[in-house]
């Protein structure tokens, strides 16, 4: 099955920029969508964006305009650009693959403070 890891979280300020990575490895070539969901102290996970293998995507209402996916299918690479981050945008962050069925990384925590 496919594992996914993700890299590029930490501490920023409100305000600035960060650009999650998920590399997936094992069996990938049975991945369609990749995604990624995040979920904060107390509160349910919930969606961030999501990309089809042929580039259509989605996102949650709270980071429209601000994040954006990407990935690299050749690479086996998918990314998230986060802009004008907010204290709110604080949690962790779990790349997702849709295969079979969903696989999920371990996450990485994303902490937006001054």
């Known amino acids: 099955q496919p594992q996914l890891v993700e890299s590029g979280g930490g501490l920023v300020q409100p305000g600035g920029s960060l650009r999650l990575s998920c590399a997936a490895s094992?069996?990938?070539?049975?991945?369609?969508?990749m995604g990624w969901y995040r979920q904060a102290p107390g509160k349910p996970r919930e969606l961030v964006a999501r990309?089809?293998?042929?580039?259509?995507?989605n996102y949650g209402d709270s980071v429209t305009g601000r994040f954006t996916i990407s990935r690299d299918n050749a690479k086996n690479m998918v990314y998230l650009q986060m802009n004008s981050l907010k204290t709110e945008d604080t949690a962790v962050y779990y790349c997702?693959?849709?295969?079979?069925?969903?696989?999920w990384g371990q996450g990485i925590q994303v902490t937006v403070s001054s």
């Open positions: 997702v693959a849709w295969g079979t069925r969903a696989y």
């Open positions: 094992g069996r990938a070539s049975t991945i369609t969508d």
């Open positions: 990309i089809t293998g042929i580039g259509s995507r």
